[in-house]
């Protein structure tokens, strides 16, 4: 029979920000009736979150052949997570007590168990000894907390075998531990986590998996290479006095010696250069620096320099002197010389030096291994597909195996001693240049969610038909009877959006836009809620689409089909025929679309004037609206810029590409764009004037005016005058930005001036200042994402609010919390910028792809001036690479001549400039 015990008190003594001691006591009921999550149990009640299996590892480890379960100390979770999550690895047993403390060592191996766990299809159970009476443990005086959390996974160990001892046969449990020190504390089957997995009779070898205790190699020698990091407290203190600054670590793709480090307070990042500088900051740490006084600032160097490992580096034995290592080091302090150029005042910035590591934002990185310089040699460079991440040390035995492959990597540390950090192999993806195993790298180098739904996901969809109810419709505004069209790109199939046009009896124009009602099947808190928060956003690359929402909603029951009677959300204005806005109302609806047309099929409608059925007059009329909004939005200083966007056709067997075009825009893309706009800022006036403390809003900062160098010499070499001071001003003298018989300059300046952009974010109202709210290139003082719920997270969050603005739905208290909203914010931010990161990179793999046997010749555009490479873009295939002028990382003079003030190359008699066309025949690396 379940029963509870009294409440029993915990008491702890915490440290709070300000350095006060805080007293924290917590109650603990315990309990008897906490499911073991075994198979082979005979004593627990049945249960569906039955994870580990009746005989389990039966055979698999030669040095412990009895069937088991394996519970790993938090030790092995923090540092071989990567082995906890490889298929072979089963019937894992995590007790609370770890759980807790890997939480409190290491966030994001926390964040990797409770994925783990939430795997239904993997064999790993949490116990919840903690709060079971027969396996809770109190801490004695003077104990400490690793002492303690020791001696409850050694008695929730032994609860489970006796728990166990019915089951026929009856399974033992292993205890791991990363080290050897505490197997003499633990009375019970333990062993290390080395010796178990040597053991192992697995299809491959799993000992590369794991990560390697501590090299102790800055005690084993004396050559060290970078200077020291700071002790915790000695940063602390400085970041209170203000000697030492906060901030995340940037490095650069261009240059291995060169990063940036953005503090909070500081209208500009920190400039960071030199190996000793960079003091082993890996991009994204965030790290404690120290800014030198200003006669000793500098400005980043226009060199672009990868990476070359010392010959030593590899194997790691820094007091082997050769040739060719002196050679490699003669090399890197040229590149450094060379990159402490004149700087002229007004192109300094803050420069220092990282003096510590406050935080790790390690992860696991793809990328390749270089051959080895030694037959014998276990150890390899490991170079990853990210330029902003440094060479990694390896050891491994399956090198011979892993050449020519894409492999997973993990950094373990970087110690003083060794000039790359120090890693281990995780696991191989398949053969470089095979297309499946480069979606791979793009997709896990960019943190997209691509597992399949789980069945708790699925089980949140609606059964099969769905059917439109009479009492559903009764609660909506019925717009079946309207000439409702849809407009998309061609092959699209989770349609968001749809329009409608009228002409009202008092002669005004009614313009509606209605989006998809994924909210009623996406009901805040469950399963699907849940996933589709944490995947932020679907990912389009060129071969696949990675839904946000099951297929079922996202191509089916959400999306606005024509002929088919759908649920929406809409927005319909009354306006004027020169598009003065009247009134606006919002509200649930059900509509049934007459047309789903493609851009060019709606273009070809507006265009023939045979055409005069109600839904082409209806085109024509949004588009004769669409046009008198652009015009004004422009007038009020909106940005119009420019991006390169291909389009690939690919062969339907085998999924190559075949061709690849540049985009080509037409006035319905324009016309669908201005409706979507307008959409998205009525409804962020609604929401925010609702909810002022809490609404989802969308904000675009104005970047600083230095921000836009880059763009103002590229015109000032053409002798243009672009103005900069503010929006409206940019976007005037953009327009008049032209050059006789170079067509195409317009268009690079406007490519230029969206790189110069801040990234647009989402946030919550009641974090932010209304004056800042303003979204600088749309020119509005407000502004959301309302129209795309199917693939945007944000999107579904705004309907919810909307429809609690306009009573046809109830708030809940995550809605109206502005911490909560704040955190929801930052994941779609993120999530947003990797699905943008993860697009680029499979349009630049596809290229590649279908440039493989291929070789032509093609006009290249200059975008950028380096002191020993061109960055270059050819047009027609939206390509960008690099040309470099001298052979990889070469000191040789060859002619070039570089011009730091106009940012020109010359050579004999050519001469290249920023926006300039080139013609040589060089090739992009």
């Given at each position: 029979?379940?029963?509870?015990?009294?409440?029993?008190?915990?008491?702890?003594?915490?440290?709070t920000?300000?350095?006060?001691?805080?007293?924290?006591?917590?109650?603990r009921?315990?309990?008897n009736?906490?499911?073991?999550?075994?198979?082979?149990c005979?004593?627990?009640?049945?249960s569906?979150?039955?994870?580990?299996?009746?005989?389990?590892?039966?055979?698999?480890?030669?040095?412990?052949?009895?069937?088991?379960?394996?519970?790993?100390?938090?030790?092995?979770?923090?540092?071989?997570?990567?082995?906890?999550?490889?298929?072979?690895?089963?019937?894992?047993?995590?007790?609370s007590?770890v759980?807790?403390e890997?939480?409190?060592?290491?966030?994001?191996a926390?964040?990797?168990?409770?994925?783990l766990?939430?795997?239904?299809?993997?064999?790993?159970?949490?116990?919840?000894?903690?709060?079971?009476r027969?396996?809770?443990?109190?801490?004695n005086?003077?104990?400490?907390?690793?002492s303690?959390?020791?001696?409850?996974?050694v008695?929730?160990?032994k609860w489970?075998?006796?728990?166990?001892?019915?089951?026929?046969?009856?399974?033992?449990?292993?205890?791991?531990?990363?080290?050897?020190?505490?197997?003499?504390?633990?009375?019970?089957p333990?062993?290390?986590?080395?010796?178990?997995?040597?053991?192992?009779?697995?299809?491959?070898?799993l000992?590369?998996?794991?990560?390697?205790?501590?090299?102790?190699?800055?005690?084993?020698?004396?050559?060290?290479?970078?200077?020291?990091?700071?002790?915790?407290?000695?940063?602390?203190a400085?970041?209170?006095?203000?000697?030492?600054?906060?901030?995340?670590?940037?490095?650069?793709?261009?240059?291995?010696?060169?990063?940036?480090?953005?503090?909070?307070?500081?209208?500009?990042?920190?400039?960071?250069?030199?190996?000793?500088?960079?003091?082993?900051?890996?991009?994204?740490d965030?790290?404690?620096?120290?800014?030198?006084?200003e006669?000793?600032?500098?400005?980043?160097?226009?060199?672009?320099?990868?990476?070359?490992?010392?010959?030593?580096?590899?194997?790691?034995?820094?007091?082997?002197?050769?040739?060719?290592?002196?050679?490699?080091?003669?090399?890197?302090?040229?590149?450094?010389?060379?990159?402490?150029?004149?700087?002229?005042?007004?192109?300094?910035?803050?420069?220092?030096?990282?003096?510590?590591?406050?935080?790790r934002?390690?992860?696991t990185?793809?990328?390749?291994?270089?051959?080895?310089?030694s037959?014998t040699?276990?150890?390899?460079?490991?170079?990853?597909?990210?330029?902003?991440?440094?060479?990694?040390?390896?050891?491994?035995?399956?090198?011979d195996?892993l050449?020519g492959?894409?492999i997973?990597?993990?950094?373990?540390?970087?110690?003083?001693?060794?000039?790359?950090?120090?890693?281990?192999?995780?696991?191989?993806?398949?053969?470089?240049?095979?297309?499946?195993?480069?979606?791979?790298?793009?997709?896990?180098?960019?943190?997209?969610?691509?597992?399949?739904?789980?069945?708790?996901?699925?089980?949140?969809?609606?059964?099969?038909?769905?059917?439109l109810?009479?009492?559903?419709v009764?609660?909506?505004?019925d717009?079946?009877?309207?000439?409702?069209?849809?407009?998309?790109?061609?092959?699209?199939?989770?349609?968001?959006?749809?329009?409608?046009?009228?002409?009202?009896?008092?002669?005004?124009?009614?313009?509606?836009?209605?989006?998809?009602?994924?909210?009623?099947?996406?009901?805040?808190?469950?399963?699907?809620?849940?996933?589709?928060?944490?995947?932020?956003?679907?990912?389009?690359?060129?071969?696949?689409?990675?839904?946000?929402?099951?297929?079922?909603?996202?191509?089916?029951?959400?999306?606005?089909?024509?002929?088919?009677?759908?649920?929406?959300?809409?927005?319909?204005?009354?306006?004027?025929?020169?598009?003065?806005?009247?009134?606006?109302t919002?509200?649930?609806?059900?509509?049934?679309?007459?047309?789903?047309?493609?851009?060019?099929?709606?273009?070809m409608?507006?265009?023939?004037?045979?055409?005069?059925?109600e839904?082409?007059?209806?085109?024509?009329?949004?588009?004769?609206?669409?046009?008198?909004?652009?015009?004004?939005?422009?007038?009020?200083?909106?940005?119009?810029?420019?991006?390169?966007?291909?389009?690939?056709?690919?062969?339907?067997?085998?999924?190559?590409?075949?061709?690849?075009?540049?985009?080509?825009?037409?006035?319905?893309?324009f016309?669908?764009?201005?409706?979507?706009?307008?959409?998205?800022?009525?409804?962020?006036?609604?929401?925010?004037?609702?909810?002022?403390?809490?609404?989802?809003?969308?904000?675009?900062?104005?970047?600083?005016?230095?921000?836009?160098?880059?763009?103002?010499?590229?015109?000032?070499?053409?002798?243009?005058?672009?103005?900069?001071?503010?929006?409206?001003?940019?976007s005037?003298?953009?327009?008049?930005?032209?050059?006789?018989?170079?067509?195409?300059?317009?268009?690079?300046?406007?490519?230029?001036?969206?790189?110069?952009?801040?990234?647009?974010?989402?946030?919550?109202?009641?974090?932010?200042?209304?004056?800042?709210?303003?979204?600088?290139?749309?020119a509005?003082?407000?502004?959301?994402?309302?129209?795309?719920?199917?693939?945007?997270?944000?999107d579904?969050?705004?309907?919810?609010?909307?429809?609690?603005?306009?009573?046809?739905?109830?708030?809940y208290?995550?809605?109206?919390?502005r911490?909560?909203?704040?955190?929801?914010?930052?994941?779609?931010?993120?999530?947003?910028?990797?699905?943008?990161?993860?697009?680029?990179?499979?349009?630049?793999?596809?290229?590649q792809?279908?440039?493989?046997?291929?070789?032509?010749?093609?006009?290249?555009?200059?975008?950028?001036?380096?002191?020993?490479?061109?960055?270059?873009?050819?047009?027609?295939?939206?390509?960008?690479?690099?040309?470099?002028?001298?052979?990889?990382?070469?000191?040789?003079?060859?002619?070039?001549?570089?011009?730091?003030e106009?940012?020109?190359?010359?050579?004999?008699?050519?001469?290249?400039?920023?926006?300039?066309?080139?013609?040589?025949?060089y090739?992009?690396?």
């Open positions: 029979m379940a029963c509870r015990d009294p409440a029993r008190q915990l008491i702890s003594i915490r440290r920000n300000d350095g006060n001691v805080q007293r924290v006591v917590r109650e009921y315990l309990r009736d906490i499911a073991c999550g075994s198979a082979a005979r004593v627990c009640p049945p569906a979150n039955v994870r580990l299996q009746a005989k389990p590892n039966e055979g698999l480890c030669g040095k412990f052949p009895a069937n088991h379960y394996i519970a790993p100390n938090a030790e092995v979770v923090v540092n071989q997570i990567a082995l906890l999550e490889h298929p072979e690895i089963k019937n894992i047993l995590i007790f007590t759980a807790d890997v939480e409190q060592l290491s966030l994001p926390f964040e990797r168990l409770k994925t766990c939430a795997n239904t299809t993997k064999s790993i159970s949490c116990f919840a000894n903690e709060f079971h027969d396996t809770f443990v109190e801490r005086p003077k104990e400490s907390k690793e303690r959390n020791l001696r409850s996974l008695v929730a160990s489970y075998v006796e728990h166990l001892k019915h089951a026929q046969p009856s399974p033992a449990v292993l205890i791991l531990t990363n080290t050897d020190k505490d197997l003499a504390l633990i009375d019970a333990a062993m290390t986590v080395f010796d178990y997995v040597g053991a192992l009779k697995t299809s491959e070898p000992l590369d998996v794991l990560a390697k205790p501590s090299t102790l190699e800055d005690l084993k020698t004396s050559t060290f290479h970078y200077p020291p990091h700071l002790k915790p407290s000695v940063i602390q400085g970041l209170k006095s203000a000697k030492y600054f906060q901030g995340k670590f940037h490095a650069s793709r261009e240059n291995y010696l060169e990063a940036t480090v953005s503090v909070e307070g500081l209208d500009k990042s920190v400039l960071i250069q030199g190996h000793v500088s960079l003091n082993r900051a890996v991009n994204e965030i790290v404690a620096i120290e800014i030198f006084p006669d000793k600032w500098s400005a980043p160097s226009n060199l672009v320099l990868e990476e070359e490992p010392d010959v030593d580096a590899a194997s790691g034995e820094a007091s082997e002197e050769n040739e060719e290592n002196e050679k490699s080091r003669q090399l890197k302090d040229d590149m450094e010389k060379k990159m402490q150029q004149k700087v002229a005042k007004k192109d300094k910035q803050p420069t220092g030096k990282v003096v510590g590591i406050i935080k934002n390690w992860r990185y793809c990328g390749v291994l270089r051959p080895k310089t037959k040699s276990t150890r390899y460079v490991f170079v990853p597909a990210d330029r902003k991440i440094p060479l990694v040390r390896v050891e491994t035995q399956q090198g195996l050449q492959k894409r997973v990597v993990a950094i373990d540390e970087w110690p003083r001693s060794s000039k790359l950090p120090i890693g281990h192999y995780v696991k191989r993806l398949g053969e470089v240049g095979d297309k499946n195993a480069e979606n791979e790298v793009l997709l896990l180098e960019h943190d997209v969610q691509h597992d399949k739904f789980s069945d708790a996901v699925l089980a949140c969809l609606p059964t099969m038909p769905w059917i109810t009479d009492e559903e009764k609660k909506r505004t717009f079946r009877h309207l000439a409702i069209c849809s407009v998309d790109p061609p092959g699209c199939t989770d349609i968001d959006d749809a329009l409608h046009y009228r002409v009202l009896p008092n002669g005004n124009i009614e313009v509606g836009v209605h989006i998809a009602d994924v909210t009623h099947f996406v009901r805040p808190g469950n399963a699907m809620d849940q996933e589709a928060a944490s995947r932020g956003t679907t990912v389009y690359l060129v071969d696949q689409r990675i839904d946000m929402l099951p297929g079922l909603l996202s191509g089916n029951l959400c999306s606005l089909r024509g002929g088919e009677e759908r649920l929406a959300m809409s927005s319909v204005w009354e306006m004027t025929q020169t598009a003065e806005i009247l009134n606006v919002f509200s649930k609806s059900v509509i049934r679309s007459r047309a789903a047309l493609t851009y060019g099929e709606a273009q409608r507006i265009d023939d004037a045979s055409l005069t059925d839904v082409t007059v209806g085109l024509r009329g949004l588009n004769r609206l669409a046009k008198i909004l652009r015009a004004r939005r422009k007038l009020n200083g909106a940005l119009f810029l420019a991006s390169p966007e291909v389009r690939f056709n690919i062969d339907s067997e085998t999924h190559d590409p075949i061709d690849v075009q540049t985009k080509e825009l037409k006035e319905t893309n016309m669908v764009e201005e409706f979507m706009l307008l959409a998205n800022i009525s409804v962020a006036e609604k929401i925010h004037k609702e909810f002022p403390e809490y609404a989802l809003l969308r904000r675009h900062p104005a970047p600083p005016l230095s921000s836009y160098d880059p763009v103002l010499k590229a015109a000032q070499s053409k002798h243009l005058d672009l103005t900069a001071k503010d929006g409206k001003s940019l005037d003298s953009l327009e008049k930005a032209y050059i006789p018989g170079q067509p195409y300059f317009n268009t690079m300046l406007r490519i230029l001036t969206t790189r110069c952009m801040m990234q647009a974010v989402y946030f919550c109202s009641g974090t932010v200042e209304y004056h800042d709210y303003q979204h600088y290139g749309l509005t003082p407000i502004y959301t994402h309302f129209t795309s719920p199917i693939r945007r997270y944000a579904v969050m705004v309907h919810r609010f909307l429809a609690a603005a306009i009573s046809k739905d109830v708030t208290p995550e809605l109206l919390d911490k909560v909203m704040d955190k929801v914010c930052q994941n779609i931010n993120y999530r947003h910028r990797m699905a943008q990161y993860a697009g680029r990179a499979s349009v630049s793999l596809h290229t792809l279908f440039f493989r046997n291929r070789k032509v010749d093609e006009e290249a555009y200059v975008l950028f001036v380096r002191k020993n490479a061109l960055q270059v873009l050819i047009p027609k295939y939206g390509l960008e690479g690099t040309i470099m002028l001298s052979a990889k990382n070469d000191k040789t003079d060859i002619g070039f001549k570089f011009d730091q106009v940012r020109a190359v010359s050579f004999r008699t050519v001469i290249s400039r920023a926006q300039g066309t080139l013609f040589l025949p090739q992009l690396i």
